[in-house]
């Protein structure tokens, strides 16, 4: 049986704002069931361990997709998600993939946390998908290889565009812009129009743009573990 590793952010606080944050249900849910249900064993693990932050927004009634729609009746998952493994006790030789899912809280703490980079290098240079969808190809931004360079270097990537960050309003309120990100650090980094489902892989990498595009990602690295 195949083994996946889904890391999920353990920040609750949008910047400065005083609004809340976290990760977003949608981009969780459609990747977790399509795997799950596919007979792949999932393990979730967070920073902090324990309850993972859900950003409220993804639980208003405009987000609601199938896949959210089962969740928030699946008090087993919803448990799981409540005690989530700490990030530090994880090893990734236990794993086959691994995979991040967005939301806004992975840019503050997942994007810098040190076991979660040293985690994605030991996926990547023991030859084992690293996907990531929306915000969380945040965790990009100091990731490298073994021969030092920028990890997305060169690679085809996409994430959140700077565009749909605008659209949500939160441009200065982010700690940097994963679009922006990416491309600093040598990605090669396209996109589909705003909100459109869309997903790249390159090799070990696959990267979605958006929360439409997470079940993208999710058959993707199914093919890939295949």
């Known amino acids: 049986m195949k083994k996946v590793l889904f890391v999920l952010t353990s920040h609750d606080a949008l910047g400065d704002t005083g609004q809340k944050t976290g990760f977003w249900i949608e981009e969780f849910a459609a990747p977790y069931y399509l795997l799950k249900d596919k007979g792949i064993n999932i393990t979730i693990a967070t920073p902090k361990g324990g309850q993972a932050p859900i950003d409220p927004k993804s639980n208003e ?11 928030n009746k699946d008090t087993e998952t919803q448990n799981l ?29 997942l994007a810098e946390n040190k076991t979660s980079i040293k985690l994605i290098e030991d996926f990547y240079s023991n030859n084992k ?43 200065n309120i982010v700690p940097f812009l994963v679009e922006d990100m990416l491309t600093k650090n040598g990605g090669i980094y396209s996109k589909e ?18 929360p439409a595009s997470s079940e993208r990602v999710a058959n993707l690295l199914i093919k890939q573990l295949n």
């Open 61 to 71: 009634p405009d987000f609601e997709t199938p896949a959210t729609v089962r969740y």
């Open 81 to 109: 998600i409540a005690h989530t493994n700490k990030l530090d006790t994880i090893n990734h030789t236990d794993f086959d993939a691994v995979f991040y899912p967005g939301g806004h809280g992975p840019l503050w703490d």
């Open 129 to 171: 998908p690293v996907a990531a969808v929306c915000h969380a190809p945040a965790i990009f931004k100091h990731t490298k290889t073994e021969n030092g360079n920028y990890l997305v270097k060169g690679k085809k990537v996409t994430g959140f565009t700077n565009t749909e960050e605008d659209a949500v309003q939160l441009t």
């Open 193 to 210: 129009a705003d909100w459109q489902p869309y997903a790249v892989q390159d090799n070990l990498l696959i990267t979605g743009q958006n």
